[in-house]
């Protein structure tokens, strides 16, 4: 049964970001932009799924099972961080998108100032951009296979390959458009599966007291929120280990991959929607 709904949610997947060649102008703009006219829900939505991804369910899940609740100043830190910067960056990022018909991240941060055309800087950023990201692409396939591995004893070069192979089909046919439907499918499943497994795991142990306490059955620390094992063992530690997660949110701005989406948004004045329905997501997707 479970392989029988693996399969479907993955064909679901490649219909809908195939389906997107149906809405493309056959133009650069289009594939790489999506003709910004992307809604705010719909970029939210992708921006959700792009960042919460292998990190998420391979390793905050394993964090959280090794370190309890604690976990949670992960998810707290980085929303934080994410939402603040937001403020400074997201909208401008929009309107010079729009203002300059830019199309890649890094033209705009060559043009970030009114007037400046930075090209060794658009240079660098492209090489910073394959090599990092093509190295953060091989941990999304391999955290993929390790899922497929567990999940179904899959050999982990089989869930790599079926994992990149439908990446590059629906990406090659739509563009950033079929990336950014096909995230949003995978944030809506996301979110309802996350939801799913709390009340299912809630009832199966006999109700939420009893959950509870099971949970505190597996360490002393396991439901403190204080963290444990930090170096400097005491408040300024743990400001410290709270500062490190929202410096993580912060540093979203500087992952091309999350940050086109927004570039994508139908209209500037819509970045406030996006943040909003970010911010929701996120709290509702996290294990």
């Known amino acids: 049964m479970i392989i029988y709904s693996f399969l479907f949610f993955l064909l679901i997947f490649v219909l809908i970001g195939v389906s997107s060649t149906f809405k493309s102008k056959k133009s650069n703009s289009d594939y790489l932009m999506a003709g910004h006219d992307i809604p705010p829900w719909l970029a939210a939505l992708s921006a959700i799924a792009t960042n919460n991804s292998g990190y998420m369910f391979i390793g905050m899940i394993g964090y959280t099972y090794t370190s309890g609740l604690q976990s949670i100043w992960l998810m707290i830190g980085w929303i934080l961080g994410d939402l603040v910067i937001s403020f ?27 007037g400046t055309d930075f090209r060794k800087l658009r240079m660098l950023v492209g090489v910073i951009t394959v090599i990092f990201l093509g190295v953060y692409a091989a941990a999304q396939f391999k955290a993929g296979s390790k899922a497929l591995h567990v999940l179904f004893g899959w050999d982990y070069n089989t869930g790599a390959i079926i994992g990149s192979a439908i990446v590059f089909l629906y990406c090659l046919a739509g563009g950033i458009r079929a990336s950014i439907w096909t995230d949003a499918a995978q944030s809506v499943v996301m979110i309802f599966a996350m939801s799913m497994l709390l009340i299912v795991g809630i009832d199966s142990v006999g109700g939420f007291n009893n959950y509870l306490t ?48 927004f570039m994508t948004v139908d209209d500037p004045d819509n970045m406030a929607k996006t943040k909003y329905i970010i911010m929701h997501g996120i709290l509702y997707s996290t294990p």
Request: no cysteine; net charge positive; aromatic share 12%.
């Open 88 to 114: 400074f960056v997201h909208k401008k990022l929009r309107i010079i998108t729009g203002k300059e018909n830019l199309l890649s991240f890094g033209g705009v941060l060559s043009r970030w100032q009114h």
């Open 214 to 261: 099971q949970l505190d059955a597996v360490s002393p620390t396991f439901l403190s929120l204080a963290p444990t094992g930090l170096a400097i063992d005491n408040s300024l530690g743990v400001f410290l280990f709270i500062l490190g997660w929202i410096f993580g949110g912060f540093g979203v701005i500087g992952q091309p991959h999350i940050m086109i989406r």
